[in-house]
């Protein structure tokens, strides 16, 4: 249905409406845009818009989760989406570009006279960043029939509950359980997103198939020690917590390196007491976020970690408390689907390079709902969360074009793990 000429004009297409919708902004200076704010409204309300221009007919639940219907409605449903939040200061890519490619795709399908023995909707949702309030993925979960009531009564730092955000913005939180789609009625969830990452651009292709959304575990480290004046104690007899939680820093780091499954370690935060040029530090306490798209893997490392800690400790006669505050597990994405998606990218003459994705989205939410598959874009640099963050017209018009491809080819499949 599409030829090398329409990927031009798709990708251009994507583009100009990636603008559009980065100019929506809580500050004219830099993108932010969090869940359930007027500026979700506006962008919920173009993206709303553009699917009606599609040929699309709109409904939006009761968490703002904007929903294109493509197809008779009693017929069963695949569903493509992403999310249309961002975090502060953000890139104009992360999420809305999945949406888009969404809507340009069931256009060029709408347009071009398909039927299909199944229904599209498009899902454009609104709380994958978690930004505002201390949960995420919450409209996903409504739309996979899981939300927490409990969530209701969470605060944002101005201390709005997400039950009171849910009534400013328009709607009724009442209508939460009406947002649960029946799983006997699913197909499958797609999500294009762009990579994150720098393996596509290392690997010279614009289209990847994910794997797997990694496993996350995060923790809590304290190192306790002694504090001493940083001139009269000698280096033999001190007992540092800062150079303790350096070696297990680099414990973690080493661990990560040697495991066979794309594990990802950071320790992205540090805090180390009393904090004086002139002391020696006494307490340090020190995030790690340990990654893998293999659970077992994951668990063996923090495991591995656990015992050089305190193996650390020991030798450096320190104490070491170490707390898990967060755990996910990893979700595969389905065979069949990575399959027919990596087809599609074929079918455009590229090689689709399988990889799992480090980062979160919805599809870890709508994998308790269906099956799920994923479609990476390269992007620049590898760079995200970040106003220079960048996919080029060209990649998002073939990252369209293999989402048409996809729909075309895609039956009422018995879909295998």
Known sequence: MTTPSDFAALGARAAAMIEELGAISQTPEHLTRFFLTPEHRRAADLVARWMREAGLEVSEDALGTVRGHWGPADAPRLLIGSHIDTVANAGKYDGCMGVIAAILAVEAINRAGLTRPYG????????????????????????????????????????????????????????????????????????????????????????????????????????TGEAGHAGTVPMRMRHDALLGAAEMALAVERIAKADAHGMVATVGRVHVEPGSINVIPSRVVFTVDLRSGSDI??????????????????????????????????????????????????????????????????GQAMSRLCPIGMLFVRCKGGISHNPAEYASPEDMGL???????????????QLSA
């Open 399 to 413: 990252a369209v074009a293999a989402l048409v491809r996809f729909i075309e080819r895609f039956q009422l499949p």
């Open 120 to 223: 599209i909707d498009i899902l454009a949702f609104g709380d994958e960043e978690g930004t505002r309030f201390p949960t995420t993925l919450s409209s996903s979960a409504a739309v996979a029939g899981y939300f927490s009531p409990a969530s209701l009564d969470l605060r944002d730092t101005e201390g709005i509950s997400l039950r009171e955000a849910i009534v400013a913005y328009g709607n009724n939180p009442d209508d939460i359980p009406a947002a649960a789609y029946d799983p006997n009625r699913v197909i499958a969830y797609i999500e294009a997103h762009i990579e994150q990452g720098p393996v596509l651009e290392a690997e010279g292709e614009p289209l990847g198939v994910v794997s797997a959304i990694a496993g996350a575990s995060r923790l809590s480290v304290t190192v």
């Open 297 to 362: 893997s994951r668990r063996e490392a923090l495991t591995r970690f656990e015992r050089e800690a305190h193996r650390i400790a020991d030798q450096r006669q320190l104490g070491v408390v170490i707390s898990a505050f967060h755990e996910v597990a990893t979700v595969p994405c389905y065979r069949d689907l990575q399959l027919r998606l990596r087809n599609a990218v074929a079918d455009l003459g590229h090689r689709a390079v399988t990889m799992p994705s480090g980062a979160g989205h919805d």
